[in-house]
């Protein structure tokens, strides 16, 4: 990798010397980062998940009290053996006891700071595991009208940014209350002792609090652009990565690189300026520190000089000036790690809170095996966009056992037809009926038990051949699955993996053939033994070879069951019982292979033209359909 200096990139970003622009990240809808610092709402949103965990939170804020006052009390023990032990006259007596003192204090400390850290620990992990699952959940019961409408990567954003914005808000928001208490019993402590030291030493509070409020604003703007950059440079990476193998067969690796370069050096410098804003803080309160050290190191030594003022006390003064900025530079961090989570929190939220459109009535009907296995439309009608049907009062019947293929060109419907029967979908108007029944009064659960679908991309989990055969019935014995396997003729491949049915698939199954991970879905909803069967382009994308096994898997596949079937290809659909001919949403004609062919419609003509595919139906053809619709 080529290291690029500024100048060259200065010179690269005129035209002509760049590659011309591409993807690669380069789409992204922006996001708050920092929010109120109190948001009552979501807070209460929030405190649900605490709340089963509070005694820990109270226990862990009793034990940060303790070791606030430990902390408060060892430079007190510490000027008072001085004072009383060490100096000239002192008491050894005195001495001794305050050591036995210190010690105690010391232990107490270390025990309060452990169960501080432990417990606070424990219930952020909790919490965090319990947002997770919840949102997670609460994912599952979506209807998918709002997975297409919201991009995966923001989702991922939740579960594990916002999350873990809200962990670290937990972990440290105990602490907080801490150094609260720490930084009020200081200066009880400070003006205590000597009250004049005590205010000259407070003095350099004044000057801290202002340079917060001008140091504040560009900090969090720089914050943001770096939390920003480096979301956009993540993206681009992931997008680099799985986009890998059409980079390299375009031979755009070079291209690829230079854009990504942008944005990582985009990156890097937003990163800077943001360590630059937070590190800045860090010499002022050192030096404010070292300011007020020398206050006291000054007029306390001229007053022990004086007599007025004992030696132990200035030394205490000097412990509680160490630490009295630490508290301030910690609830600074807090203040903006409290906006991130108050954001986050409400994102979490919106997620927790997307309405489930669809859901089971109170008194939904548990469909059985028993069942019939007819389908029927009654005028649906249908439309992801309101302006914009799919389905157009579509009415047909499958009849029970019945294979009926839906064909026609793509954006005819038939996809959102098949999506309409699982009730992936709510109908606008109109009526699905699955057995006799409106599916909108059958249970979820039920409905998916009893109609199984096998996609154009079969989707396989990491994990066994044998547990992704069985996945939607986990009851299914391994002779179950060998038997599915050997009826769709997957055996053979099967057993020819190194470790058989145990043999672990890659992500996608992407260390089997497109026809193999076809077949293995097919042995999957054999094995779930549904009385409807729903394909959507099940031979499609793959070579005539496999098609001729996947037709014979087929057969076997609908033998007693209900059959829809999606095919573009003519040769696929020609054995169906029924063929429906969709066009722009409507039912243009039915019949079987051989009453439409005498009709000498649209499927006819495609036949006897020999198009392989719907997909080729020139434009024409298509006018001519539709006129002969609107005719009818």
């Not at 010179?11 to 992204?28: I, K, L, M, N, T």
């Not at 990567?153 to 208490?181: A, K, P």
């Not at 890097?268 to 590190?279: D, N």
């Amino acid at each position: 990798m080529s290291v690029i200096d500024d100048d060259e990139r200065e010179r690269a970003a005129f035209p002509g010397q760049r590659p011309p622009r591409a993807s690669v990240g380069s789409h992204r809808i922006e996001e708050e980062v920092f929010g109120k610092a109190y948001d009552p709402k979501t807070v209460r949103r929030i405190w649900a998940f605490v709340r089963p965990y509070r005694l820990k939170i109270y226990l862990s804020v009793a034990a940060v009290l303790v070791f606030t006052a430990t902390q408060l009390a060892i430079p007190l023990i510490i000027g008072r053996a001085i004072d009383s032990g060490m100096t000239e006259g002192g008491n050894s007596t005195n001495l001794l006891w305050s050591v036995i003192a210190f010690g105690f204090v010391v232990l107490v400390n270390f025990g309060a700071s452990f169960v501080q850290e432990t417990e606070v620990g424990k219930v952020a992990e909790n919490v965090l595991f319990d947002m997770r699952r919840a949102m997670f959940a609460q994912l599952q019961r979506v209807s998918l009208s709002f997975m297409d409408k919201t991009e995966v990567g923001r989702l991922m954003s939740r579960l594990q940014g916002d999350v873990n914005s809200m962990q670290e808000f937990l972990e440290t928001s105990v602490i907080s209350v801490g150094d609260m208490v720490l930084l009020v019993g200081i200066v009880v402590v400070l003006l205590s002792l000597d009250f004049r030291l005590g205010l000259l030493t407070l003095s350099t509070m004044p000057i801290l609090f202002i340079v917060r409020i001008f140091w504040l604003p560009p900090a969090k703007r720089a914050f943001w652009a770096a939390h920003e950059t480096n979301s956009i440079t993540a993206g681009a990476m992931a997008e680099g990565i799985n986009g890998v193998r059409t980079v390299q067969n375009l031979d755009r690796q070079k291209v690829n690189f230079d854009l990504f370069d942008d944005k990582a050096y985009a990156n890097l410098r937003t990163q800077l300026t943001g360590s630059r804003y937070a590190q800045v803080m860090v010499p002022i309160v050192d030096s404010l520190t070292g300011s007020a050290m020398a206050i006291v190191v000054v007029v306390g030594g001229s007053l022990a000089l004086n007599g007025s003022l004992e030696i132990g006390v200035i030394v205490a003064f000097l412990f509680y000036i160490q630490r009295f900025f630490d508290p301030i530079r910690s609830l600074t961090m807090q203040y903006s790690i409290m906006q991130r989570a108050m954001t986050s929190g409400r994102r979490i939220t919106e997620v927790l809170d997307i309405p489930a459109s669809i859901t089971d009535k109170p008194d939904a009907i548990t469909l059985t095996r028993d069942m019939d296995g007819s389908v029927e439309f009654r005028n649906v009608g249908f439309a992801y966009d309101p302006d914009r049907p799919v389905l157009k009062n579509v009415s047909f019947t499958v009849k029970p056992g019945e294979t009926v293929a839906l064909v026609g060109p793509t954006g005819s419907g038939k996809t959102s037809a098949m999506a309409l029967v699982h009730r992936f979908y709510e109908v606008q108007s109109g009526a699905v009926l699955v057995g006799g029944h409106d599916v909108r009064d059958i249970t979820q659960q039920s409905l998916g038990e009893q109609v199984a679908m096998v996609l154009q991309e079969p989707f396989l989990f990491t994990g066994s051949v044998f547990d992704n055969i069985r996945y939607n019935k986990a009851s299914a014995s391994r002779q179950d699955v060998i038997e599915a396997a050997t009826a769709v003729g997957a055996h053979e491949f099967i057993e020819r993996m190194p470790d058989g049915y145990d043999s672990i698939l890659e992500q996608r199954g992407s260390n089997l053939s497109l026809g193999q991970r076809q077949l293995l879905s097919f042995a999957r909803a054999l094995v779930a033994d549904a009385k409807i069967l729903v394909l959507d382009e099940a031979t499609a994308n793959i070579d005539s070879y496999t098609e001729r096994q996947i037709q014979q898997a087929l057969q076997i596949l609908l033998k007693g069951r209900t059959g829809m079937v999606i095919a573009h290809r003519l040769a696929t659909i020609r054995g169906a019982d029924r063929i429906i001919v969709l066009q722009n949403g409507e039912l243009i004609e039915t019949g079987n292979h051989d009453e439409l062919m005498a009709r000498e419609g649209l499927y006819a003509k495609l036949y006897n033209m020999n198009y392989a595919s719907f997909d080729d139906i020139p434009d024409e053809l298509v006018n001519q359909a539709n006129a002969r619709a609107a005719n009818t």
